[in-house]
């Protein structure tokens, strides 16, 4: 049983910076789908980013060039580097992951294991 805990979400200043971090047990990091999600309040969930094997990974429009994803390999964990904050980046952020191969972007139901999620807030 593969399971997802988050940590590193806070309340920072727009054009600030955030790490987010998931740590994975069950199974390695490695040899798993992974992605990160966010849901703002009265929205849907939708992806933020996803790496597939080979590393194939996915951003989202509204993230490219501002957010990195990977794998902390030594630490067993998924990272996501958020960088140049905004307020639309507010919401919770959920850790994802599948054993079995997903489409990008994909959907939040393609997805098995859940973290509880980590809030990010962003004032202007």
């Known amino acids: 049983q593969v399971q997802l805990v988050e940590s590193g979400g806070g309340s920072v200043q727009a054009e600030g910076s955030l790490r987010l971090s998931c740590k994975v047990s069950?199974?390695?990091?490695?040899?798993?789908?992974v992605a990160w999600f966010r849901q703002a309040p009265g929205k849907e969930r939708q992806v933020v980013a996803q790496?597939?094997?080979?590393?194939?990974?996915y951003y989202a429009d509204f993230v490219k060039g501002r957010f990195t994803i990977s794998r902390a390999n030594n630490e067993n964990a998924l990272v996501l580097l958020m960088g140049a904050l905004k307020p639309d980046d507010t919401a919770m952020y959920y850790c994802a992951a599948n054993t079995m191969w997903v489409r990008q972007p994909a959907a939040a139901s393609e997805y098995e294991y859940w973290g509880q999620g980590t809030q990010v807030t962003v004032s202007s």
């Open positions: 069950g199974d390695r990091v490695a040899s798993l789908y």
């Open positions: 790496i597939n094997g080979y590393e194939t990974i």
